[in-house]
């Protein structure tokens, strides 16, 4: 038995809706797995990137199992919160923006961040209350006004298990921060920056962070190391990230105007690396025991360094093709370690 034509036409309808749907929503799983990670995603524009994936971090290097002392304002951060960011933090995306006057109050860079993790919203708010010398609310959020050194960081919890903050000198990058939240469920949000280069960061980068130099870098002349200037120009965009696979592998690229500035940059880089090199495989690499019951020499943590440094310039090594220099090296996990048990808690809202 036939089914009526009116029957035939609403089963094919019903069919092409449904293939449609199933379209879409094939479409926004893609995007969401190719997109940049939700916290660098709500970051306002800037002239600056930095992405920190924390849980494998952690799980390589155990740094949060290390007893490192806090100093007093982040410890009565941690007692009043209780959060302990070394422990708590999974995810962080940092954005850095030039301030036009790097001698005014608010320094040469400015920071707007997001925090992913496990966090106790009550007691942070109450802290927050406490600490915030003014509130503001926007698009439903409450903005707390947290006075800090000779700046004002203004911070707002985004959901259970998200924390944004900023200390730029006005409210907007908050508010944008804000606006974005609202649609993050859509992958297609994010800064101009982060559109047009996350896709040449390498894919499973546990750390990664793109910048742009500007004509402000030039200040003062421009970097120097050891009293040697760096020759990046302006108009240079530069890319770093780190991949753990089974040890930290660091590649730093720059993306420079033309091949002179890019060959130069890779000259300069190359005559560092090999006067590192000489320096650090001439420093000791062991430490006597002489008083010790074994009688064996063991590496104290000054020496453990030293081989550390060794390793890592002994493995560094950078290539130049066309107006692209790229610098790649492994980073020893006991030197990422002890960078990570040096600046952690500095992740902190409480420390800007």
């Given at each position: 038995?036939?089914?009526?034509?009116?029957?035939?036409?609403?089963?094919?309808?019903?069919?092409?809706?449904?293939?449609?749907?199933?379209?879409?929503?094939?479409?926004?799983?893609?995007?969401?797995?190719?997109?940049?990670?939700?916290?660098?995603?709500?970051?306002?524009?800037?002239?600056?990137?930095?992405?920190?994936?924390?849980?494998?971090?952690?799980?390589?290097?155990?740094?949060?199992?290390?007893?490192?002392?806090?100093?007093?304002?982040?410890?009565?951060?941690?007692?009043?919160?209780?959060?302990?960011f070394e422990r708590d933090l999974n995810e962080a995306a940092f954005a850095l923006t030039r301030m036009p006057d790097p001698l005014g109050p608010n320094g040469s860079v400015a920071y707007s961040e997001v925090f992913a993790g496990k966090f106790?919203?009550?007691?942070?708010?109450?802290?927050?209350?406490?600490?915030?010398?003014?509130?503001?609310?926007?698009?439903?959020?409450?903005?707390?006004?947290v006075p800090s050194a000779d700046r004002l960081v203004r911070v707002a919890i985004l959901g259970y298990d998200m924390v944004a903050a900023s200390n730029t000198p006005t409210p907007e990058q908050i508010h944008s921060i804000l606006d974005r939240y609202r649609t993050s469920a859509?992958?297609?949000?994010?800064?101009?920056?982060?559109?047009?280069?996350?896709?040449?960061?390498?894919?499973?980068s546990v750390a990664w962070m793109v910048a742009r130099v500007g004509p402000e870098f030039w200040k003062g002349g421009g970097p120097k190391v050891f009293g040697i200037r760096i020759p990046i120009e302006t108009q240079t965009t530069l890319l770093g990230s780190l991949r753990w696979l089974g040890s930290a592998h660091l590649r730093i690229e720059e993306l420079a105007p033309n091949a002179a500035a890019a060959e130069a940059s890779a000259s300069t880089v190359n005559a560092f690396v090999a006067l590192g090199k000489g320096v650090a495989n001439n420093l000791p690499a062991f430490v006597g025991g002489a008083g010790r019951q074994d009688g064996a020499s063991k590496q104290d943590g000054a020496s453990k360094q030293n081989?550390?440094?060794?390793?890592?310039?002994?493995?560094?090594?950078?290539?130049?093709?066309?107006?692209?220099?790229?610098?790649?090296?492994?980073?020893?996990?006991?030197?990422?370690?002890?960078?990570?048990?040096?600046?952690?808690?500095s992740l902190s809202p409480a420390k800007k």
């Open positions: 038995m036939r089914c009526p034509p009116r029957m035939q036409r609403s089963s094919r309808t019903t069919l092409a809706i449904a293939l449609a749907v199933f379209l879409v929503l094939a479409l926004l799983i893609v995007l969401h797995v190719q997109a940049p990670p939700e916290v660098a995603r709500l970051l306002p524009e800037a002239d600056g990137i930095v992405y920190l994936n924390l849980k494998p971090i952690r799980a390589a290097t155990r740094y949060d199992k290390t007893q490192t002392p806090h100093d007093a304002s982040y410890q009565q951060f941690v007692n009043a919160t209780g959060i302990d106790d919203a009550k007691r942070l708010t109450a802290y927050l209350k406490t600490a915030a010398a003014n509130r503001e609310m926007y698009a439903g959020h409450t903005i707390y006004v859509l992958p297609f949000t994010g800064s101009s920056l982060l559109a047009e280069m996350y896709g040449r960061i390498p894919a499973f081989m550390d440094m060794r390793d890592l310039l002994n493995s560094v090594q950078v290539e130049q093709k066309g107006s692209e220099a790229v610098l790649t090296a492994t980073l020893p996990a006991t030197l990422l370690q002890s960078v990570l048990d040096a600046h952690g808690d």
